[in-house]
């Protein structure tokens, strides 16, 4: 019975990193609808190629550095007890890769190739597995002293902090770095729009994130027999806030209405095993919300070009549903209780401030050494001529 519950856990995460694999091509089509279409192909290529490097940077020192496990051992020690380390590498190894993918949405059309992977490995070796160490396997020292003093730890179930304001805060200063896309905004004040070349692409894109959010988030208890239904429905009802919040402030605007969902279940995963379904739904409504006004509004005041808002969905939604935790997971708000409003803020601030301070270092020294960004010619052919050269659709190939 004891080989039958480990190898029915390995199978359960199993699954669970399965289903979050698919989420990086919901991250791939995503962005690729978002772009413009002569930057379709270099989309595909950098979500596909920072996973091979984040799979790298993590199996080499990224896991090790978070849990204290490597994989410098004999296979038949490796595969002791069923593999189950291996199959959690591999789950959590899916979140990891979610940093680069996220940072790849902000930076597009105008970032350089190798330079990114670069950062990608810096990145998923050595900063987020530091933030990730701390939080989900209590390095340091940080949550015993959260819990001393507030008298819960920081919680984090799912990775609204751990994973998607890290990633989104990460690419707030990799985007002030490479600067505004040219011709993006004028010195009058005008703003040129540079419309999504594909809402199916970018409807796909979304609808599958969608769907194996609730691998994310559900099999986050990453033990069979810690499997929550209440997780599943809070997912749920944070989606469908999210949707319904953003289908009214974006004024049916498609793009908005497909990002919704995602903003909801951003700021749902800290807190999914613990709230009502009616906080779910009212975290994932403000998420929605929250980012259709930053996207349309502070963005553009403050001459932002991320192209996906990655900053606003990830980065702010994130944070907000780090605090949200400690405000509807409480026993007065209908959840579970066990949780602190101070250690969830200070634990949010945390995130935010190493993200920051790692991912200005990473892209900063890159910028100073080899570069980051494409020159003037490179991107206005574009990123799919300039460096895959090759287009989307070859109507000029096969024309004659």
């Known amino acids: 019975m004891e080989?039958?519950?480990t190898s029915a856990d390995v199978l359960f995460v199993l699954l669970g990193a399965i289903m979050v694999l698919a989420m990086h091509a919901g991250f791939a089509f995503l962005e690729v609808g978002t772009v413009r279409k002569k930057n379709q192909v270099n989309a595909l290529v950098k979500i596909l190629s920072d996973f091979a490097m984040s799979t790298l940077a993590y199996f080499i020192v990224g896991y090790s550095l978070a849990y204290g496990t490597g994989f410098f051992v004999s296979a038949e020690q490796l595969a002791a007890n069923s593999g189950y380390e291996l199959v959690k590498f591999f789950f959590l190894l899916t979140f990891a890769a979610a940093i680069p993918a996220i940072i790849s949405g902000g930076i597009a059309e105008r970032a350089r190739f190798v330079p990114q992977l670069i950062a990608t490995f810096l990145l998923v070796g050595f900063v987020y597995p530091f933030f990730e160490g701390i939080v989900w396997n209590g390095n340091l020292g940080f949550q015993d002293w959260l819990e001393?003093?507030?008298?819960?730890?920081?919680?984090?179930?799912?990775?609204?902090?751990?994973?998607?304001?890290?990633?989104?805060?990460i690419a707030l200063?990799?985007?002030?770095?490479?600067?505004?896309?040219?011709?993006?905004?004028?010195?009058?004040?005008?703003?040129?729009a540079h419309p999504p070349s594909s809402i199916p692409f970018l409807a796909l894109g979304a609808w599958i994130l969608t769907v194996g959010w609730f691998g994310f988030n559900v099999m986050s208890a990453q033990r069979l027999e810690a499997v929550n239904g209440l997780v599943a429905l809070n997912s749920l009802m944070a989606m469908i806030g999210g949707t319904l919040a953003a289908l009214a402030a974006g004024r049916n605007d498609p793009g908005f209405v497909h990002n919704g969902p995602l903003a909801g279940l951003v700021a749902v995963c800290a807190g999914s095993d613990l709230m009502h379904p009616l906080g779910a739904l009212f975290v994932g409504a403000v998420a929605g919300g929250l980012f259709v006004f930053l996207f349309t509004t502070a963005q553009n005041r403050w001459k932002i070009d991320d192209v996906l808002g990655v900053w606003p969905l990830h980065g702010l939604c994130g944070a907000w549903g780090g605090i949200a935790a400690g405000i509807f997971g409480s026993t007065a708000l209908g959840g579970i209780g066990g949780v602190s409003f101070a250690a969830q803020v200070i634990g949010t601030l945390a995130g935010i401030v190493i993200a920051l301070v790692g991912g200005g270092v990473v892209y900063g020294v890159i910028r100073a050494t080899?570069?980051?960004?494409?020159?003037?010619?490179?991107?206005?052919?574009?990123?799919d001529l300039s460096i895959h050269k090759i287009t989307a659709t070859a109507e000029r190939e096969t024309a004659w």
């Open 3 to 5: 080989q039958f519950k």
């Open 370 to 383: 080899i570069g980051l960004r494409l020159d003037a010619e490179e991107e206005f052919a574009g990123a």
């Open 173 to 192: 200063p990799a985007v002030l770095l490479l600067g505004a896309r040219r011709g993006r905004y004028h010195k009058d004040g005008a703003i040129s």
């Open 148 to 169: 001393a003093a507030f008298g819960a730890k920081f919680h984090d179930f799912a990775g609204s902090v751990v994973v998607h304001a890290f990633g989104g805060w």
